[in-house]
């Protein structure tokens, strides 16, 4: 889409959506004096280092302790300060999510919780560190709001929009390379998802590093005479409604894929809206009901069927079967 | 323009009536509600009294007065003594006090600081008030704020939450002296007695080896929780954390020191050595109401 400033795909470039925060929250920081970042022992790996060393009078290391991570980010919420917690997901919102409940979601305190290291792309790590599961921990908490960010140049826009926004927020980060489809006019907006590539058949819904994935299939479709439709939905909660049920009216068939739980997740929003507003046929991509593992991102992704050619089947699948 | 305590004493024989009605306020507003928390919040009155009428800077008609020092309730389940203490200090009206734990009332069962002006925070899970207590501090720091207090109240039995002795480092680390700790050191928790469920002494030891000063005191003294919050306030080597010693269900004689009343209101309990159900109330007020009596007497 002309008016999204997308990159072609043959131009894509590559980096992991933690930079783009690391960039975006020292932006934030420049912009805003409120602004401060809190961090359990992971500076570098979750990118709070830059804001840290350029700020260091706004930075406090809490050391290994996430449930405190979070409850001191509240503390300073409650003075006034919009407050970036990070760590890895596995262990915010893993580890301390009912701090995370009762001290800024049912408190209603601005903290930021920033997930790093989330999903298939943590690697070799394993299971214990692929938090798959925070999507819909997060999302099921009221007042939070939920963002999973396509690439690094949104995650730096993401995180600018957190700074301007009066809720609680998660954000949701990868930590190896990840496709970079999007530039610095490509509109954000928490709440809002975007129409990435029009089409007529089907409607692929996807976030994080699956969007591109969609991106790719939706290309290699249309050569197949699938004319797909790619929604981006980077804010999982508040849902934008509207723009997916506008092109569900016109599709009547619909693929989502996240790296993540396919319970709770974005596949599960999609259906609850669709269940309840549109219903039609629906195909959820995404881990099914189990864990991580040892390996290279493409090889987990491989794995877990995440691939452009395992959309390529369900898209055929759903267009074949009406 | 906020109101500060400090600069209109009232005296000690004043500050125990006060106490003795927030214990009275505690038992009516238990009773009335049905469920609820009677021993922790009984032994808690005289701290509560000398908070709200001497310790803290505080203006109930103006509860976000911008200089006001805070209170931090970290054992939400105790807050039926600081909603009494509130409605004496005139935050709203005693009558609401009967709305304790209701449908729609401001009094949540646990506190909820977006339902009540003059709550500084929410809680009842255990363990996160010193936490947000090192939060408002360090923001304070940052914004080169002195002479604002944070004093957080918490119970023996919550500190073994991990959570705690992670907010204790960190306040250590920084040298967070603003922070006044009061631990309600009652001996009791649900299950039974803090040592029996899990031994937590040598108390002062583990604050002391954390990098704490420790100010040990009996906290139905209202005269040494005062004296102790000024000491408190004086130093500032080291975040500071008061032991104080409490009898849980103090001044009513068949709950004090019996664990069977940390999560049973009067009225509905079936515990040994208590008077029958519809009596329990009747008598714990008689009992207050005495012991009124006496206050007056020993101070004339």
Redesign the interface.
């Given at each position: 889409m002309k008016d999204l400033h997308l990159l072609d795909i043959e131009n894509w470039g590559s980096e992991p959506t933690r930079k783009g925060f690391g960039r975006g929250l020292v932006k934030a920081g420049e912009v805003n004096k409120q602004v401060?970042a809190l961090c359990a022992d992971l500076t570098g790996s979750v990118q709070i280092a830059p804001f840290a060393e350029k700020f260091p009078?706004?930075y406090?290391e809490?050391?290994i302790?996430e449930?405190?991570l979070v409850?001191?980010?509240?503390?300073?919420?409650?003075?006034?300060?919009i407050?970036f917690t990070a760590s890895y997901a596995a262990f915010s919102p893993g580890r301390n999510w009912?701090?995370i409940k009762?001290?800024a979601a049912?408190?209603?305190q601005p903290v930021k919780i920033i997930g790093a290291h989330a999903g298939l792309y943590t690697g070799p790590d394993g299971a214990t560190h692929q938090m798959l599961e925070d999507v819909a921990l997060m999302r099921v908490m009221p007042n939070m709001v939920v963002i999973v960010p396509g690439d690094s140049v949104e995650a730096e826009k993401a995180t600018i929009a957190m700074a301007n926004d009066p809720r609680p927020n998660y954000l949701r980060l990868a930590r190896d390379k990840s496709p970079v489809m999007t530039t610095d006019k490509t509109p954000f907006e928490i709440g809002k998802a975007y129409v990435f590539s029009p089409g007529q058949d089907l409607t692929i819904i996807a976030n994080g590093t699956m969007t591109s994935v969609a991106m790719e299939a939706a290309e290699k479709l249309f050569k197949d005479g699938i004319d797909a439709e790619v929604i981006h939905c980077p804010t999982v909660k508040p849902l934008d409604g509207a723009t997916i049920l506008t092109s569900v009216k016109k599709t009547k068939k619909v693929i989502t894929i996240e790296e993540a739980q396919i319970s709770g997740g974005l596949g599960g929003a999609v259906s609850e809206l669709l269940g309840e507003n549109l219903p039609v046929p629906i195909k959820r991509m995404g881990i099914k009901d189990e864990y991580g593992q040892s390996g290279t991102p493409e090889e987990l992704l491989n794995h877990y069927g995440l691939t452009v050619k395992n959309v390529m089947v369900n898209a055929h699948t759903l267009c074949e079967s009406k | 323009m906020g109101k500060n305590y400090t600069a209109s004493k009232l005296s000690i024989d004043k500050l125990e009536l006060i106490a003795n009605d927030i214990r009275q306020d505690i038992i009516k507003s238990l009773e009335e509600a049905g469920s609820g928390h009677s021993a922790g919040p009984l032994g808690l009155a005289d701290i509560f009294s000398a908070l709200y009428f001497d310790i803290l800077k505080h203006d109930p008609e103006n509860p976000n007065w911008e200089e006001r020092d805070i209170l931090l309730l970290s054992n939400g389940h105790c807050v039926p003594v600081q909603y009494a203490a509130m409605a004496n200090a005139g935050y709203f009206p005693k009558d609401e006090l009967k709305t304790l734990r209701k449908f729609k009332s401001r009094l949540q069962g646990h506190p909820?600081?977006?339902k009540l002006p003059g709550l500084?925070?929410?809680?009842?899970?255990l363990?996160?008030g010193l936490?947000?207590?090192?939060?408002?501090?360090?923001?304070?720091k940052?914004?080169k704020v002195s002479h604002r207090w944070i004093y957080t109240v918490m119970g023996d039995g919550e500190l073994n939450e991990?959570?705690i002795w992670?907010?204790a480092?960190?306040c250590s680390k920084?040298n967070l002296h603003n922070i006044i700790g009061i631990v309600d050191r009652n001996n009791i928790q649900i299950d039974g007695t803090t040592e029996h469920v899990m031994p937590l002494e040598d108390l002062k030891a583990k604050w002391e080896s954390f990098g704490w000063h420790v100010i040990d005191i009996d906290g139905n003294d209202i005269e040494a929780v005062i004296d102790a919050c000024s000491m408190a306030r004086a130093i500032v080597e080291k975040p500071i954390v008061i032991i104080a010693h409490t009898v849980p269900g103090k001044g009513v004689d068949y709950m004090e020191y019996d664990y069977h009343w940390h999560g049973m209101p009067v009225g509905l309990s079936d515990v040994a050595g208590a008077p029958p159900k519809n009596e329990q109330a009747k008598v714990a007020l008689k009992e207050l109401r005495t012991l009124r009596g006496k206050i007056r007497n020993e101070h004339e």
């Open positions: 401060v009078e706004r406090v809490v050391g302790a449930q405190n409850t001191v980010a509240s503390g300073m919420a409650k003075m006034g300060k407050p009912e701090q009762t001290t049912l408190n209603n | 909820e600081r977006e500084e925070n929410t809680s009842g899970p363990g996160c936490s947000q207590a090192a939060g408002i501090s360090l923001s304070m940052m914004d991990g959570n992670e907010a480092m960190l920084y």
